[in-house]
């Protein structure tokens, strides 16, 4: 789930690890998101052809609905104390990645099961959130099939 990413480039590179990864779908809100373009197909190297993308008007709705299905819904946040390894991926999980500048919403983040963080070493404050969605991603996958 994809709580204000505008970046088509972004985007794009999300769907692409996404798609390689597994994911069942993207889910993003009709306003306030990135436009599934050309360029934005270009980035994803075809995989936005290949993933469904779920438009909805209410992030906070489609949350949920998902939840209301058994489905866990996890956060990432820098203010987090648990790390990405120490939670269960291979339950049904709904990610949510939020916008570089502004993160995730609040009404969006007071839905989350558990929030994590990726570990980072570095001064730099956060990753790229297409950067962040693959190791999120690979986290899952290593988890669910490795």
């Not at 052809?49 to 996890?74: D, F, H, N, Q």
């Not at 983040?109 to 558990?114: K, N």
């Amino acid at each position: 789930m994809l709580d204000g990413i505008t970046d088509v480039r972004n985007f794009g590179a999300i769907a692409r690890s996404a798609e390689v990864f597994g994911a069942h779908a993207l889910v993003i809100s009709s306003k306030k998101s990135a436009q599934v373009n050309a360029e934005a197909v270009k980035t994803s190297a075809g995989a936005l052809t290949l993933i469904p993308v779920c438009r909805e008007k209410s992030m906070v709705g489609a949350i949920e609905l998902l939840k209301l299905s058994g489905v866990k819904v996890y956060v990432s946040d820098l203010a987090a104390t648990a790390s990405i390894a120490a939670l269960d991926w291979t339950i049904p999980v709904a990610l949510v990645i939020g916008s570089e500048s502004e993160g995730i919403t609040p009404a969006v983040a007071a839905l989350a099961d558990d929030r994590f963080l990726i570990p980072q070493l570095g001064q730099t404050d956060s990753l790229n959130a297409s950067v962040a969605a693959g190791i999120i991603l690979y986290e899952a996958t290593r988890q669910r099939h490795l």
